[in-house]
């Protein structure tokens, strides 16, 4: 058989019957891989493949306004007002079919890569890699088109449908919250058993590696609230690396550039030039820095005409997934949880000191140190919000933090998300519940 021949409909050109029937997806492909390089090839698919809807979602937040006179303003309105029913079809949709892709191409990479191109360090990172790439896939779709966890009723909640096999014939019915997340952990230590590669260099870090795998694993443990092991997942990322940008340096990167030496994976787009043109930056989101003693609002921000717009994006160069910041964060939010302030308040004056100029940090550092636990846990969910603006963090904040009310306005017209909305909860796209009855 050549190296390289075209699949078959029973593999990577599913029948869009079967598909649309059950996940509603259609993967193409190219070839069988039978090589680690074509394993590879079908791995980086899976990657480039990956949605870039955080983008999308910062509309949905308190951290942009919209840009009425902007060419893009049709295709993202809908979203701004949370108008999820009777959309125009100019709306640009939420991605459902996009994730399932991916998937795909990671089922493939763990039922064949093995057996087709032997057994090897390289092989076991690949299979390795698409573990994790399936979990966090689940895990972000979870988080758009479900309730936020609830540990009590989350063995009933509606979750999304889980996708582990190439079988065409098989159903895939909607799973709840819960065995989304036992698939999603099943995968986690998969994954974490195979790899091989601590960490990837400059260009290659879109990929998972030991790092990102623990970094996933704080973040997953965070949004489930189980603190202890949130807390041992973050500290174990940043023993490996505790590094940050330090702002007062001068030609110091932005700390969500790939090459940044607090960058753990940088596979997402979360702010693309239709987001970036279509919007500013908030009068809430610019209110909560000190716009002269915090050296990440004249980095984050930069002003167009009269309007301050994000330069964290719209740009290869500055696509994140997983960075120390949020560790450092989480690692505070955790400790705090369970009772260990003072890690919560060093982790969390760790990260300020490379934010904030040095005498407004020894005047914070004053301030911080007197707080007592509930109001720390407010500065450190604050520090959240600063630290991690425009990255794809805040719409799944708001959801797990209160779900508070927030109004968007359009011209003269005040469109409000209610406090505990159920609009806090993405609606799945209508081409995925027309095709998949299920999704209803």
């Known amino acids: 058989m050549k190296k390289l021949i075209i699949l078959s409909a029973v593999l990577l050109s ?3 019957s079967s598909c649309k029937k059950y996940l509603d997806i259609e993967p193409v492909g190219k070839v069988i891989p039978t090589t680690v390089e074509d394993f590879r090839a079908l791995m980086t698919s899976a990657y480039l493949g990956f949605p870039k809807h955080k983008a999308l979602l910062a509309f949905r937040t308190d951290e942009l306004t919209l840009n009425n006179g902007n060419d893009n303003f049709s295709a993202v309105k809908d979203i701004y007002s949370w108008k999820d029913a009777g959309q125009d079809g100019l709306t640009a949709p939420f991605p459902y079919i996009t994730f399932y892709k991916s ?3 990671t089922n493939q990479v ?3 890569v093995e057996a087709k191109a032997g057994k090897s360090a390289e092989t076991a990172q690949l299979k390795a890699e698409a573990y994790l790439l399936r979990a966090y896939a689940h895990f972000e779709l979870l988080n758009m088109y479900a309730k936020p966890y ?6 009933t909640d509606r979750g999304v449908p889980i996708s582990t096999t190439i079988d065409i014939e098989q159903k895939f019915p909607m799973a709840t919250i819960e065995a989304v997340y ?9 994954g974490q058993q195979l790899l091989t590669v601590d960490k990837w260099d400059s260009g ?3 990929r998972f590696s030991k790092r990102a795998a623990l970094a996933l694993s704080a973040r997953i443990y965070e949004f489930r609230n189980e603190w202890d092991k949130a807390l041992t997942a973050a500290q174990a990322v940043l023993t490996i690396n505790n590094e940050l940008e330090d702002l007062n340096v001068a030609g110091s990167l ?7 030496k607090e960058n753990i994976m940088s596979l997402e787009e979360v702010m693309d030039s239709r987001t970036s043109n279509a919007s500013y930056i908030s009068a809430h989101l610019l209110s909560i820095y000190d716009q002269t003693n915090d050296l990440r609002f004249h980095k984050y921000f930069s002003i167009d005409d009269l309007d301050y717009v994000s330069v964290k994006g719209n740009s290869d160069a500055l696509k994140i997934t997983f960075r120390n910041g949020e560790m450092y964060l989480i690692a505070a939010e955790a400790a705090l949880q369970t009772g260990k302030n003072d890690v919560a308040l060093q982790r969390l004056l760790d990260l300020k000191a490379k934010r904030l100029t040095p005498t407004y940090f020894q005047a914070e550092k004053t301030r911080i140190s007197g707080l007592t636990a509930p109001d720390l846990m407010k500065e450190i969910l604050a520090e959240r919000e600063r630290e991690l603006a425009i990255e794809g963090h805040r719409w799944y904040d708001l959801r797990r933090y209160g779900q508070p009310q927030i109004t968007h306005t359009v011209g003269t017209d005040n469109f409000v ?3 505990n909305d159920p609009r806090y909860t993405i609606r799945f796209p209508k081409d995925a519940i027309a095709n998949n009855p299920d999704l209803q």
Request: no cysteine; glycine share 0%; hydrophobic share 45%.
């Open 204 to 206: 290659k870090n879109y």
């Open 110 to 112: 763990i039922a064949d």
């Open 417 to 419: 998300l209610i406090q």
């Open 14 to 16: 599913l029948s869009i």
């Open 182 to 190: 036992n698939q999603i952990f099943s995968d986690l230590a998969a």
């Open 254 to 260: 932005l700390p969500n550039d790939y090459k940044s």
């Open 150 to 155: 609830n540990s009590a009723t989350a063995s």
């Open 103 to 105: 998937i795909f191409y």
